[in-house]
Each structure stands twice: as structure tokens, then as C-alpha cells.
């Protein structure tokens, strides 16, 4: 567990962060770097992606410690020091070369390298996205192995679809826990496919937005949440790129809000999309990307994916209400996490205040160089 904070007592502190890829590019300069072998259109050696990245920023002396990917997210994290931690892990730890050839993408870490996550000391890692199942249930077995090795509980996928419905219950002092819940749906990129059964391992993958699977979440909602606990549902959804948000997913994050759900957490965007507050609860419709290998890699620059951000709400347990929301931007600078400039820190107030301002949430600066929602 990441540990109680002192002077808690109005409210639970999560740290929430996007997409987590730890593999292909980032994987190549780990002391533990697995077969470098792609089967993508363009790119066949996984280390070209380290390259684009010392082209645009300079040279990466390898291999780097585990902690190097999160940089200065690490130091944020120890002064910040949340009850809990969630990632989306959009990895497979494995060594498989059994390749899902009807990915275009695939992403994998070698298991000896699992210390690069470890580090972050995540609470929970959310498995239901597009990139778990590359290497297929074989990568997927690995992936859960590694995880579990090390202590690092999981949601989202499993050997079966009852394992991949499971929630991770993490218990806080006081008797106080938070609830993990996670799905992706087809929008992100997961083949129907990678869907868990009964009988066949895959991710939680949702069938549809509907009334009827937001009923179904919350019927797991209720019977697995407590008074006092705070239920967190991370969803795996929609575009890579583009601010707009669609009314299907507003919809379905209301519904999940009026099941008893207190934080959506939204990912699969590669930039932070809007925040919503709804009946008094915390909405991320896109996280953002986190950590990955896109350094250098060309298109699409008016999105600015090399910012990143940690998402620090504190929520209410006696009624899931939002508290506060305090937000650190990042920037990524030789595969590295860093402290984003001063003007980089008001382009992304200017635009999550502008992008959430429909969903009548406001985005201020604060005298520390981050950001914290207002209204």
C-alpha cells in the first residue's frame, strides 16, 4: 500500500495517472531488455524508438536505473504521498512471440524489468486496454504472473471473465477502502476477441454504453461497496486523439455516477481530454498518456502529448464527494519524466480550463507551478 498520509481526515488522497507503456521503446533501455523484434508496418527493431527519442532530445545512457522512466514523478509522489495509487498498465510483461497478428501495435516488457513499476509502488494496476493481449493469453498469463510476483494487485483482465469483473479492495486505516473497478470498451482498440468468457482469459470488455451495462456495473457495486468506501471505475475508452467528448460517454459516466461509482477514471486519449464534476463526483474523461516511447515520433504536435499529467483528487468517504483535485504537469524529456516549464504549466491550465469549461468544471494555477480545479 503507498501508506496514510498525516492530516487525511476530510478525505481519502488517490493518485491517478493514463497510459502506462512500459514496453518496446522504454523496455530497450531497462537493464533488462527483451527481444527488440516488431511487427509493425514501419518499424521492425523496437530500439528505433529510443533513437527518435535521442534525435529530438539527445542521448540516453543505457541501461537506466527502473526509476528513470517516472523522473520526477517519483519525488512528486514521495511529497505528495497518496493513500492510494492506480495506473493503466498498457503493457505485456512477457517474453512471448506469440504475436496477435491482428494488432497493428504491440507492446511488451521483459518480466525481469516488472522493477520499473514497482518503483511507483501502484496500489493497482488497470489491465482492460488495447495493448494487455498483444502476445495473447500467453502474454497475458506472463503479465498477471509478473504482477502478481511482485505484489502489485490487478483489474481488468484475467484467466476468466469472473477474474476480469474482480475488483481490487484496498483496505486504509480507520477501516476506510478504496474499490477498483475496470472495462474497456471496443472504441479503444480491444478486438471483440480479447473479450473474457467463462471459459477463455481476456479483458473485462463492455459490450456496449448502455443503460443495461451501467445497471450491471452497479449491481457489483452494491454488493461489494460499503458505507464509508470509495469505488473507483477506470474505463478504457474512446480516440487517441481530439478534445470533443462523445454524449455516449458522458452519459455512460453519469449512469456509472448514479450507481454508487464516485471517480471515473478514463483513458486511451494520448492528451488529457475534459473533467466533469457530476452530482459532487470526479469525472477524467481522458487521462492522458503517461509513460511511453512517442518522444520523437512525428504528427499530430498541436495535441503537445509530450506533457503529462498526476492526477491528485481527495475524495469524501462518507459520501464519495470530490474535495479537491490538484494536478501535476510533466513533461517527458529523454524518456524521462521531468517538472514541466512555467509556460508549458499555463498552456495546459489555458487548456484544460477551456476543454472542461463546458462541463461546467473551471482549471486555475497555483502559486507551485500546478494546477487544481474550481469549480
Known amino acids: 500500500m503507498a501508506g496514510h498520509r498525516p492530516g487525511t481526515a476530510c478525505g481519502v488522497q488517490l493518485f491517478l495517472c493514463g497510459d502506462v507503456m512500459t514496453g518496446r521503446g522504454v523496455d530497450q533501455i531497462?537493464?533488462?531488455?527483451?527481444?527488440?523484434?516488431?511487427?509493425?508496418?514501419?518499424?521492425h527493431d523496437a530500439r528505433g524508438y529510443v533513437e527518435l527519442a535521442e534525435a529530438v532530445s539527445g542521448p540516453i545512457s543505457r541501461p537506466v536505473d527502473p526509476t528513470w522512466p517516472w523522473g520526477e514523478a517519483l519525488r512528486v509522489l514521495m511529497a505528495i504521498s497518496p493513500d492510494v495509487r492506480v495506473i493503466n498498465l498498457e503493457t505485456s510483461i512477457t517474453q512471448s512471440d506469440s504475436v496477435d497478428d491482428g494488432k497493428a501495435v504491440h507492446y511488451r516488457m521483459h518480466p525481469a524489468n516488472v522493477g520499473c513499476l514497482v518503483v511507483a509502488r501502484p496500489d493497482a494496476c488497470?489491465?482492460?486496454?488495447?495493448?494487455?493481449?498483444?502476445?495473447?493469453?500467453?502474454?497475458l498469463a506472463d503479465?498477471?504472473?509478473?504482477l502478481g510476483g511482485a505484489e502489485i494487485p490487478s483489474a481488468g483482465a484475467g484467466p476468466d471473465i469472473h477474474q476480469a469483473r474482480r475488483p481490487v479492495v484496498l483496505s486504509l486505516p480507520g477501516g476506510r477502502r478504496v474499490i477498483v473497478l475496470a472495462g474497456g470498451t471496443s472504441s479503444s482498440g480491444i478486438p471483440p476477441y480479447w473479450?473474457?468468457?467463462?471459459?477463455?482469459?481476456?479483458v473485462n470488455l463492455l459490450p456496449d454504453l448502455s443503460d443495461r451495462t451501467a445497471g450491471e456495473i452497479g449491481e457489483q457495486v452494491r454488493r461489494v461497496k460499503?458505507?464509508?468506501?470509495?469505488?473507483?471505475?477506470?474505463?478504457?475508452?474512446g480516440s487517441n486523439w481530439g478534445y470533443d467528448v462523445p454524449a455516449a460517454h458522458v452519459e455512460f459516466a453519469h449512469r456509472l455516477v448514479d450507481q454508487g461509482v464516485d471517480i471515473?477514471?478514463?483513458?486511451?486519449?494520448?492528451?488529457?481530454?475534459?473533467?466533469?464534476?457530476?452530482?459532487?463526483?470526479?469525472?477524467?474523461?481522458?487521462?492522458?498518456?503517461f509513460i511511453d516511447d512517442y518522444e520523437g515520433i512525428s504528427g499530430h504536435e498541436e495535441y503537445r502529448d509530450d506533457l503529462r499529467l498526476m492526477y491528485f483528487p481527495t475524495v469524501r468517504p462518507q459520501d464519495g464527494q470530490l474535495v479537491q483535485l490538484t494536478i501535476v504537469p510533466l513533461q517527458v524529456y529523454r524518456m524521462q519524466l521531468r517538472q514541466a516549464s512555467t509556460p508549458d504549466t499555463a498552456y495546459l491550465c489555458d487548456l484544460l480550463d477551456r476543454v472542461s469549461r463546458p462541463f461546467g468544471a473551471r482549471v486555475r494555477r497555483t502559486g507551485d507551478n500546478r494546477l487544481q480545479l474550481t469549480g
Open 264 to 289: 471515473v477514471h478514463g483513458h486511451s486519449s494520448h492528451h488529457p481530454r475534459p473533467i466533469e464534476i457530476y452530482r459532487g463526483k470526479l469525472i477524467l474523461y481522458g487521462a492522458g498518456d
Open 195 to 202: 473479450a473474457a468468457t467463462q471459459w477463455r482469459p481476456g
Open 226 to 237: 460499503r458505507d464509508g468506501d470509495i469505488v473507483v471505475f477506470s474505463v478504457h475508452w
Open 143 to 146: 503479465t498477471l504472473d509478473a
Open 30 to 43: 531497462l537493464s533488462h531488455p527483451g527481444d527488440p523484434q516488431l511487427w509493425e508496418r514501419y518499424v
Open 126 to 139: 488497470v489491465l482492460a486496454n488495447n495493448h494487455v493481449l498483444d502476445f495473447g493469453p500467453e502474454g
